[in-house]
């Protein structure tokens, strides 16, 4: 080629691209998704929608219309909140529907232990990794509870009966692999005990409590639900798997961790935005509650409910990827997830 005709091509390159580039621009504007963009500067300005991934009437269900509701009454968000359950598959329905509404910034999610265990558990696709963490802000603590004429005195009897045999007490409570499981696994465990021989029977709704006072458990698990039986005397409390005492009507009752049982069994709740949430909502949202946190209608709600602040924004994504290689490796030990 001469050097004529070289220089011609590179004009013309030139030329094609000079042109080129405002429709290659212009193109990829138009296929930029609407997530990607910026809130609007009077956002919210239409109903936040809050997804409960369980049915009403439940810890989840009582966490998100109490945050709705103080988030409204106390003036930090002014526009209003439209409640929608979507029970089922252990939150997973409610997980699959927040999914669908990628970068939808007029959607939360109330979430829960779900977000690691449903997935580890039963195999369902979506987890806390397809969505946007925003904030986690409160702590529940297991119990571990016998009834009133109990010969069980101590977490120590309950020990060294499944040191002799490790199926010889019954425990009670929620879904196997769930946190009432785990709490009694890793006291099995701490203790030296192989937890996977331990024997536990799981109950729905209610009918844990039933099978504790009526003798069909020796040993049950509950959580804050426990408040009434207790204090009302029909239940015993052996031990809370907290870092620290409780307070309120709890302050007494003394923590596994204190009697020589390093078992912490956290069970929090947290907000949840869809995948591709805009930063500029997550930062909203998570001022929002930021601002809840401190006001003394919710300080009131953490006292009334036995619940423990727990308020994290920033650091939570870390503390989710920790958490869930922590589950997966407690529910390998038990045989109730392949390695």
Same mark, same amino acid.
């Given at each position: 080629m001469s050097q004529q005709n070289g220089e011609k091509s590179v004009r013309n390159r030139l030329r094609t691209n000079f042109w080129l580039a405002p429709v290659l621009a212009a193109a990829s504007l138009l296929h930029t998704p609407l997530y990607a963009q910026d809130v609007p500067k009077d956002y919210p300005n239409r109903p936040i929608e809050w997804i409960i991934p369980a049915a009403p009437g439940g810890g989840i269900d009582l966490f998100g219309r109490t945050v709705t509701r103080v988030l409204s009454?106390? %003036?930090?968000?002014?526009?209003?909140?439209?409640?929608?359950?979507?029970?089922?598959? *252990? *939150?997973?329905? %409610?997980?699959?529907?927040?999914?669908? &509404?990628k970068g939808d910034i007029n959607t939360l999610l109330g979430v829960a232990l779900h977000v690691h265990l449903t997935p580890l558990l039963q195999g369902t696709p979506h987890s806390y990794k397809d969505m946007t963490?925003?904030?986690?802000?409160?702590? !529940?603590?297991?119990m571990m509870v016998v009834r009133k004429d109990s010969p069980i005195k101590s977490l120590d009897d309950v020990v060294e009966a499944i040191k002799k045999d490790p199926g010889s007490i019954k425990f009670g409570g929620s879904t196997i692999g769930n946190t009432d499981h785990l709490t009694a696994a890793?006291?099995?465990?701490?203790? %030296?005990?192989?937890?996977?021989?331990?024997?536990?029977?799981?109950?729905?709704?209610?009918?844990?409590n039933a099978a504790i006072l009526g003798g069909h458990v020796d040993v049950g698990m509950g959580g804050p639900d426990l408040i009434d039986l207790v204090t009302g005397g029909e239940?015993?409390?052996? %031990?809370?798997?907290?870092?620290?005492?409780?307070?309120?009507?709890?302050a007494e009752l003394p923590t596994f961790k204190e009697q020589g049982y390093e078992v912490v069994t956290e069970t929090w709740r947290g907000v949840?935005?869809?995948?591709?949430?805009?930063?500029? *909502?997550?930062?909203?949202?998570?001022?929002?509650?930021?601002?809840?946190?401190?006001?003394?209608?919710?300080?009131?709600?953490?006292?009334k409910n036995q619940w423990v602040d727990r308020f994290e924004t920033e650091s939570f994504p870390a503390t989710l990827? &920790? !958490?869930h290689e922590e589950f997966r490796k407690s529910l390998i030990e038990l045989g109730l997830v392949a390695k």
């Open positions: 009454e106390q %003036g930090i968000v002014t526009q209003s909140f439209q409640i929608t359950n979507k029970p089922g598959a *252990g *939150g997973a329905i %409610g997980m699959a529907e927040m999914v669908q &509404r963490p925003i904030a986690k802000l409160f702590a !529940e603590y297991a890793n006291l099995a465990k701490v203790s %030296g005990v192989d937890p996977r021989k331990i024997t536990f029977v799981p109950y729905t709704g209610g009918e844990s239940m015993r409390v052996l %031990g809370v798997a907290s870092p620290e005492r409780l307070s309120g009507p709890f949840f935005g869809p995948p591709a949430m805009p930063a500029a *909502g997550v930062k909203y949202w998570q001022d929002a509650l930021g601002k809840m946190v401190k006001t003394d209608a919710w300080r009131t709600e953490l006292t990827d &920790r !958490e």
